[in-house]
């Protein structure tokens, strides 16, 4: 593939010590065709200085690793943290590490929203880099700082997609109205369970439903535990 959009290309944070970095084969078949695959590159991103890496067990695997039992965070302590993991939804949209409203650690992920517009009537943010297996968590949860003050009101969408997921019906859809300042998300795993085999999870949404005002977010401590 000589476009960019015909790549599959996902981000790892790494180190130091050892790291294990799994690709699952499904997210590569969803965006290549996985009979004609011809090369694979890793590459570095900004560094800011010589770093040693050693590769080691590059391998391809037939069982799915053990559900993890220990909680699984994005505290966005380390910068890159936010740009590795979440990725905009859409045009517009602003990520920035932030020392602003955290609630865990002393950072949090800016978001900068959009109003809608023809192009994107849901902005919002995407990550592919949870657990795959959520067999052995309880809870989903997020804390989320909204820094508007108008009367109109927010509502914060959250999609979960499983492997099989393609429609809003194969989907895990939920919802909560935005107040201003400090909200809190608790969404029980058992709920999740109900629409989608969280054994298989494969990308987390956020977003805002159809905003009429721009608007800016700071998420931090999403975690599943």
Request: net charge positive.
């Amino acid at each position: 593939s000589r476009l960019k959009r015909d790549w599959f290309m996902a981000g790892y944070m790494i180190g130091p010590e050892a790291t294990t970095i799994r690709v699952y084969i499904e997210d590569i078949d969803r965006k290549l065709d996985i009979t004609q695959i011809q090369q694979v590159r890793l590459a570095t991103n900004k560094q800011s200085k010589d770093v040693e890496v050693y590769l080691d067990n590059v391998r391809f695997e037939s069982v799915l690793p053990p559900a993890l039992t220990e909680p699984f965070s994005f505290s966005f302590e380390k910068k890159v943290e936010g740009f590795l993991n979440w990725r905009p939804n859409g045009k517009l949209i602003q990520i920035k590490h932030s020392d602003k409203h955290a609630t865990q650690g002393e950072h949090s992920l800016q978001v900068k929203l959009p109003r809608k517009f023809p192009g994107n009537k849901y902005p919002g943010i995407s990550s592919h880099t949870f657990p795959r297996d959520w067999s052995n968590y309880t809870q989903f949860s997020a804390d989320i700082y909204s820094d508007h003050k108008e009367k109109e009101t927010m509502i914060l969408g959250i999609r979960i997609d499983d492997s099989a997921s393609d429609s809003y019906e194969t989907r895990f859809n939920w919802e909560m109205e935005l107040v201003p300042g400090a909200n809190k998300i608790r969404i029980p795993i058992t709920t999740i369970k109900n629409s989608i085999d969280i054994s298989r999870i494969q990308a987390v949404y956020f977003f805002l439903s159809e905003p009429k005002r721009k608007s800016t977010l700071y998420f931090d401590n999403i975690r599943v535990e």
